[in-house]
């Protein structure tokens, strides 16, 4: 392993050299960790839904406040990437395959639930809304990250042509793929992330029509999240009050398969 005295050295020991003084309270470190892992991991797998929910009741408050912040940053264009990595389920149905040969023609995004106005959007109705354009920064749950420029129509808007009601307190994402355990893609979110400057319904991907790849024909950004949060090949979009009766209850198909926290923010 490259400099691994040196990067021990500044981690453990405060020097910058490239003597042996870190490496063994390195090996301390590795072995305190490795022996909580082994004592933990038959609890954690056992216990799974217990833990998600002991994590949200300790910290569940600190990522609304985190979800509060409205995100602005953005970058360059020479800051994208030349590759963006795709993950997910594909969508693997006879309705998506007609949808994509016809270039999602007949294609309509569904806008229901808890709001005034329920409404159906094609893509041209999308398109001729006012355009965002952002480049931002994509943070997945694995690890990796990417950049990329995003154009659609902004949340903000699509809120003021359905007028959610005041007992909407949630959106929930559904997807036109199914999720990699079988049964419907969904993601929840608060309904003021919809709020936020950046979260968009993204149909352009760096000046060009979102790959089938990457989420076409819309794919949700929402700027503050994690990756997983933000739904491809959206479906429809519904304002409920609750999650609780949705899936598994836990605000997502990740959050109900996965045990991920439905408050993901970055």
Not at 38 to 58: E, K, N
Not at 134 to 144: K, N
Request: glycine letters at 10%.
């Amino acid at each position: 392993v490259t400099g691994i005295r040196q990067n021990t050295n500044h981690v453990f020991a405060g020097v910058n050299n490239a003597s042996w003084t870190g490496f063994p309270f390195f090996l301390v470190a590795m072995a305190i960790l490795v022996a909580a892992w082994l004592v933990a991991s038959p609890f954690t797998i056992r216990y799974a839904r217990l833990i998600q929910r002991i994590g949200a009741f300790t910290i569940g408050w600190l990522m609304g406040l985190a979800e509060g912040w409205d995100p602005r940053s953005q970058l360059e264009k020479k800051d994208i990437s030349p590759y963006f990595w795709p993950n997910g389920t594909m969508p693997d149905s006879k309705e998506f395959d007609r949808l994509v040969a016809e270039n999602f023609a007949s294609y309509r995004l569904r806008v229901g639930g808890l709001v005034e106005r329920p409404r159906e959007f094609s893509l041209a109705d999308l398109k001729a809304m006012p355009k965002q354009e952002q480049i931002t920064t994509h943070f997945c749950i694995q690890g990796w990250s990417g950049v990329a420029e995003w154009g659609g129509v902004s949340m903000r808007d699509i809120l003021d042509r359905v007028k959610p009601t005041p007992e909407a307190r949630y959106a929930v994402f559904y997807s036109l793929a199914d999720g990699a355990d079988g049964g419907r893609y969904y993601d929840v979110h608060k309904i003021e992330n919809m709020c936020h400057e950046l979260t968009i319904l993204a149909y352009d991907m760096n000046g060009a029509p979102v790959s089938v790849l990457h989420g076409a024909p819309l794919r949700l950004r929402c700027e503050n999240e994690l990756g997983f949060k933000m739904v491809k090949w959206v479906a429809a979009i519904e304002f409920v009050a609750d999650f609780a009766d949705l899936g598994a209850g836990q605000g997502g198909y990740n959050e109900d398969h996965e045990f991920y926290g439905y408050r993901m923010p970055i």
